[in-house]
């Protein structure tokens, strides 16, 4: 594992690596600083612009209309920052696909918390 904290946008964000490979497609989760638990699994292939976009999105003033950036701007508006895990790694967007659906399954669940990913 390794960890490196970065400033993303002006928000601390802890990034964690889970997951070895070669893959460029990464499969990632959004944990909560306070609780440890994952809200939100994706995959990208640019984390840093993904996570940019993540903040951008939670600071925006459309409250009420997207759980993610709802419970994400909570987290910001208490001052604390995010954890981004690589979780996982694939070669294809197909089983980039697939493994973040596993990653969800798994975090369902062992996770008392819910995820608040609008697919699932």
Same mark, same amino acid.
């Given at each position: 594992?390794?960890?490196?904290?970065k400033?993303?946008?002006?928000?601390p964000?802890? $990034?964690?690596?889970?997951?070895?490979g070669d =893959?460029?497609?990464? +499969?990632?989760?959004?944990?909560d600083?306070?609780t440890? %638990?994952a809200?939100y699994?994706?995959?990208t292939?640019k984390?840093r612009?993904?996570?940019r976009s993540?903040?951008?999105?939670?600071?925006?003033?459309y409250?009420?209309?997207?759980?993610?950036?709802d $419970?994400?701007?909570?987290?910001?508006?208490? =001052?604390?920052g995010? +954890?981004?895990?690589?979780?996982?790694?694939a070669r294809? %967007?197909?089983?980039?696909?697939?493994?973040?659906?596993?990653a969800?399954?798994?975090?369902?669940?062992?996770?008392?918390?819910?995820?608040?990913?609008i697919?699932i």
């Amino acid at each position: 594992m390794t960890e490196e904290i970065k400033d993303v946008s002006g928000i601390p964000v802890t $990034f964690r690596v889970w997951a070895g490979g070669d =893959g460029k497609h990464l +499969i990632y989760a959004l944990r909560d600083p306070r609780t440890n %638990e994952a809200f939100y699994i994706g995959r990208t292939r640019k984390l840093r612009a993904r996570m940019r976009s993540h903040i951008r999105l939670a600071m925006m003033p459309y409250r009420g209309k997207n759980r993610v950036y709802d $419970f994400m701007n909570g987290v910001l508006s208490q =001052g604390n920052g995010f +954890i981004c895990d690589i979780v996982g790694r694939a070669r294809t %967007e197909g089983k980039a696909s697939e493994c973040e659906k596993k990653a969800m399954c798994l975090v369902k669940y062992f996770q008392i918390a819910p995820l608040s990913n609008i697919a699932i």
